[in-house]
């Protein structure tokens, strides 16, 4: 949590809410359950034993969006700054991408695949795509429809963090707070 803000409180919850809780049946915990099972599944299935789900997003990004700023990076991948670094100098290091400062400004790092990255991420994608059906495996075509579109639904961090920061500042009365954060 960043200094200064406070945590959303969950208010009008009785205690047979908060006994009845059960852990194993929140979306958190059933989301991170079903990607720890594909990630599983990634890490046995794909070619380069050495490549990560995220190093892998990171080479798909480069491919279909062509060399970017490691900002463009984490935002096309959802990761933070960190991160996104670190998975970009694994990469390098391996020489699957090349970094270079920015033609226009010197003080930005432009990431982009090189020929080696650009093959082995097109000898992992049919395998990809062998991992994402064995995932989808136990749902039938409209169920992997209807599980798309609902992830599609759900917000990203980013923008949930925004709605609650603007949720908090009207709580506590900074309603000029909640304007700017609005746009208004």
Known sequence: MTEGKRPLIARGKSQKEIRAYNFQEQVGFLLRKAYQSHALLFQRLCPDKQLTTAQFAVLCALRDGGACSLSDIGRAVVMDPATTRGIVARLSERGMVA??????????????????????????????????????????????????????????????????????????????????????
């Open 99 to 184: 970094l270079k400062s920015d033609v226009v400004d010197k003080r930005r790092m432009v990431v982009g695949l090189t020929k080696k990255g650009r093959t082995q991420i097109n000898k992992i994608i049919p395998h990809a795509i062998n991992i994402s059906e064995a995932t989808f495996s136990p749902l039938n075509p409209a169920e992997r429809a209807a599980l798309v579109y609902l992830l599609r639904k759900l917000p990203n961090a980013a923008i949930l963090d925004e709605e609650i920061e603007k949720k908090d500042d009207i709580a506590n009365g900074n309603f000029t707070a909640a304007r700017a954060k609005r746009g208004s």
